[in-house]
């Protein structure tokens, strides 16, 4: 699909924004600089009549999202947990973008369970009810099972979303590809990977055999966390186009007032939020990546339910210490350890200068502690490490994306209960566990015995990689005559290096 018509697709964009109104509302919220306050009015306003005119009973910016298609409501989707960037009323209105948009009718959920299950759906359910949720993906019907009577969810993609998602996603290449040439120093952050990055998230999402397996593996990882629930899948009536999961009672985190009136501690809650996300990610290196609002409960029982598990994320064990020790340099304000792992882990380039980024790392932490939360702006936080890491050339971590944008959903979201929220004060205790649990000598005494367990596996294979090392050995010496130790001694030691650690291993 890639080519010049995509450029279309951006200029409607455009025009869109500017025939509902959204655009100058867009441009208030984020405190747009003049600049490009003009430069978007000298675009927008002549070619207005080419964008989409949406629906009028909406506020301006939902109107402009919803108009141009799933991929933008999800943006809108991630913008109504960050009030702290687009303001109260703004991140209120966006909030309908997470489980009220307008649903596709019941026939056309029948119908899809039938092609995709092979059976009529009376034949599954004794129960079908009228869609409870429609999101830009897909839409969520309350069931009940007719094997059991057990009440389920059941979750249907939208009609050709595949097809109209990516397109979207299309677009977006084009828009990466101008970026990086009229804007050469964006180069760095590689736009272009990071929307392959986003594609290869959005095709996971549109394949809910896979969103399936994430929840029931998520539930596995998570089963002995107190006051966290994962609900179980129901295979048998789950396939590509469709999945069902036991269905979840309680009350939504997005209905704020409901959440007072059950009497829960808002404060508490909030922490929870921020303590459970920060928990899966570093113990277990698999998290949930889309936890706005809409896909969070609190349940009859008091726990934290989490719902859509079509994006999820995972990061190896190395990069979760890498990541642990980074928070925990800045939670004790060791600026220079923050630096030291940065440059350690390579996500700076070696011959930059340690000291002047640990200053510099210094001017973007000490604005967090000693004041009152409330007066801490996150957009202008993350505006300055932007202004940082440019100067330092860093890259921007692909494995990493996920990571990062969940932690800016998730402090949304809890500061959405509690405005006075200080997100690293909140993370301290779990940050500070794992430290003391997988960095600490015991840590390093469990690698070791198990890099040497990896080791012993290698046994039966020794002779050949011993031969095959005294054959590079010896060639590498002929080319080298001059060397005063001879490349097979080196391969011998290695050798007998070698065979001491399998038998170290064996012993452990």
């Known amino acids: 699909m890639r080519g010049p018509h995509n450029i279309w697709r951006l200029i409607r964009t455009g025009a869109t924004f500017e025939r509902t109104g959204a655009m100058e509302t867009a441009l208030e919220a984020l405190d747009a600089p003049t600049p490009l306050r003009v430069a978007a009015r000298v675009l927008g306003r002549p070619f207005q009549f080419l964008g989409h005119a949406g629906d009028p009973s909406q506020p301006p910016v939902v109107r402009a999202l919803t108009a141009l298609g799933p991929a933008y409501i999800k943006f809108g989707q991630l913008m109504s947990t960050r009030p702290d960037i687009v303001g109260p009323e703004l991140a209120d209105q966006l909030k309908v973008l997470q489980d009220k948009l307008p649903a596709f009718s019941d026939a056309e959920a029948r119908a899809a369970i039938s092609r995709e299950l092979g059976v009529d759906p009376d034949a599954l359910f004794s129960e079908f009810g009228a869609p409870v949720a429609a999101a830009s993906l897909a839409q969520v019907h309350r069931a009940r099972l007719r094997d059991g009577g057990r009440s389920v969810a059941i979750k249907v993609l939208r009609p050709g979303i595949e097809r109209a998602f ?5 677009a977006f290449y084009l828009a990466a590809w101008i970026i990086e040439n009229l804007a050469p120093f964006s180069r760095r952050l590689r736009p272009r990977a990071v929307i392959e990055h986003f594609e290869g998230v959005v095709r996971g999402e549109l394949d809910l055999r896979m969103e399936a397996a994430a929840a029931a593996e998520f539930r596995a990882t998570t089963e ?3 006051g966290f629930r994962v609900p179980s899948v129901i295979w048998q009536a789950s396939g590509r186009r469709v999945m069902t999961l036991e269905w979840v009672s309680g009350i939504n985190l997005g209905d704020l007032e409901a959440l007072r009136a059950s009497g829960v501690n808002m404060t508490d809650l909030s922490h929870r939020v921020i303590q459970t996300f920060l928990t899966h990610a570093l113990r277990d290196g698999f998290f949930h990546a889309d936890m706005h609002q809409g896909n969070l409960k609190l349940g009859p029982d008091g726990a934290l339910v989490a719902l859509d598990f079509g994006i999820m994320g995972r990061i190896d064990a190395y990069t979760r210490r890498v990541y642990a020790e980074i ?5 004790l304000r060791d600026y220079t350890r923050v630096a030291e792992v940065h440059f350690e882990a390579g996500y700076v380039p070696s011959d930059r200068d340690m000291s002047e980024f640990a200053q510099a790392l210094r001017a973007v932490g000490e604005p967090i502690f000693g004041q009152d939360a409330t007066h801490i ?15 330092f050339g860093m890259e921007t971590r692909t494995e990493l994306i996920l990571l990062q ?13 509690d405005p006075a929220m200080n997100m690293w004060e909140t993370a301290r205790p779990v940050v500070t566990d794992y430290i003391a649990e997988n960095i600490s000598p015991l840590a390093t005494a469990r690698d070791l015995a198990s890099a040497l367990r990896v080791l012993t596996r290698f046994g039966p294979r020794l002779p050949q990689l011993a031969e095959a090392a005294l054959i590079r050995a010896s060639s590498e010496a002929a080319v080298r005559p001059r060397r005063v130790i001879p490349g097979w001694l080196y391969g011998l030691g290695g050798l007998v290096v070698g065979g001491a650690l399998v038998a170290l291993g064996g012993l452990l």
């Open 377 to 391: 702006s996150m957009a202008r936080l993350l505006a300055h490490l932007f202004e940082v890491t440019e100067r």
């Open 327 to 331: 928070l925990h340099g800045f939670l």
């Open 405 to 417: 944008r969940t932690m800016v959903v998730v402090e949304g979201v809890a500061r959405s209960l």
């Open 166 to 170: 990516l397109r979207d996603v299309d």
């Open 224 to 226: 002995e966390d107190t």
